[in-house]
């Protein structure tokens, strides 16, 4: 990310002991929370642009939580506007504010502090998010919000950042857990919630598979198995060569055929499967080098919410 040269120290205020609470819908359910006393992060304060977000540095006791309720219509700033009011009322000053594609996209959503799925589920064209200031009588207090929905749940998170807190505290954390002899792929899913199939290799200029057998296929077919309730979406990805549409397309014609793969060749569920492509809309390097677009070239997992 990119960094802005202050660096707040709220070292002085008795932590957030106080921090605020949102006033959720009824029904809501809180997926996570957990607390440090004393780190570090990013608050977005701008859109992603030239390969980061801009943010500003920030370290203090940290409060992250995520909740869960019944989508309204899927109108995403019917939810968003009256837990913003909640902030502006409780005397934060907002210091960045956008919706979906606005914020960046994928990239954004990716390269900012976002809880993976099941906590936290993230429609790239369905989500707003802001960040908020509120000065204090010797520190500044921190809160970002983001809030998305599909199609039948509406997900928000929210990280707060105050200043350390030194009396002792019972620590809330995810109930989630990884196995420590999870495959590098179940790891990278349970954890961040994406995972790139490096090992895939397509015909140049097609969507047909070029091979026989690839072991990320077999593992994500296997990390299916082992729970019914998981849903992915495989994501075609292509370098900048050629017309954003031909690349969206290409991309999505590759999303699909790995899909097949995993169903046919490997017994995959088609019901916890669906695929999608960006073309180039997300690269991870630049596409002005060979490498570059070699990179760019991918499938990814993305790991969506259970029902």
């Given at each position: ?6 660096l ?7 932590g ?9 819908p ?17 608050v977005?304060i701008g859109?992603?642009s ?6 500003l540095t920030?370290e ?9 309720f ?40 990716f ?12 429609d ?30 509406t997900?928000?998170?929210m990280?707060?950042v ?13 109930t ?28 140049t200029?097609?969507a ?9 296929l077999?593992a994500?077919?296997?990390?299916l ?16 060569v ?10 999505r014609?590759?999303?699909t055929s790995?899909?097949e ?7 995959a ?11 180039y ?22 790991l969506?919410?259970?029902?």
């Open positions: 990310m990119t960094r802005l040269s202050a707040f120290l709220l070292l002085i205020w008795p957030l002991a106080s921090a605020m609470a949102l006033e959720l009824p029904g809501a359910t809180k997926t996570f929370q957990k607390r440090e006393n004393l780190a570090s992060y990013e977005p859109p992603y030239d390969g980061a977000v801009e943010s920030t203090g006791e940290i409060l992250r939580q995520a909740w869960r019944k989508a309204t219509g899927g109108n995403t700033l019917a939810e968003f506007a009256p837990l913003r009011q909640q902030l502006l009322a409780d005397n934060f000053t907002v210091l960045y504010e956008c919706a979906a594609r606005a914020c960046g996209g994928f990239d954004f959503r390269a900012s502090d976002i809880l993976p799925a099941p906590e936290m589920y993230v790239l064209d369905n989500y707003r998010f802001l960040s908020a200031r509120r000065d204090g009588a010797n520190s500044p207090e921190f809160v970002t919000l983001l809030v998305s929905a599909s199609e039948t749940d997900f928000v998170q990280i707060q105050g200043p350390p807190d030194t009396a002792p505290r019972a620590r809330a954390t995810s989630k857990q990884t196995p420590a002899n999870a495959t590098a792929l179940e790891a990278a899913l349970l954890e961040r919630g994406r995972y790139v199939l490096e090992d895939l290799r397509f015909t200029g097609s047909t598979l070029d091979g026989g057998s690839f072991g990320s077999s994500l077919s296997d990390f198995k082992a729970d019914p309730k998981r849903k992915i979406v495989l994501v075609g990805h292509t370098d900048d050629g017309s954003l549409t031909a690349n969206i397309d290409l991309s014609k590759r999303a790995v899909a793969a995993l169903i046919t060749n490997y017994g569920d088609r019901a916890q499967i669906s695929a999608d492509g960006v073309g809309l997300a690269p991870l390097d630049s596409n002005l080098t060979t490498e570059g677009r070699k990179k760019n070239r991918r499938v990814e997992v993305v969506t919410p259970s029902p």
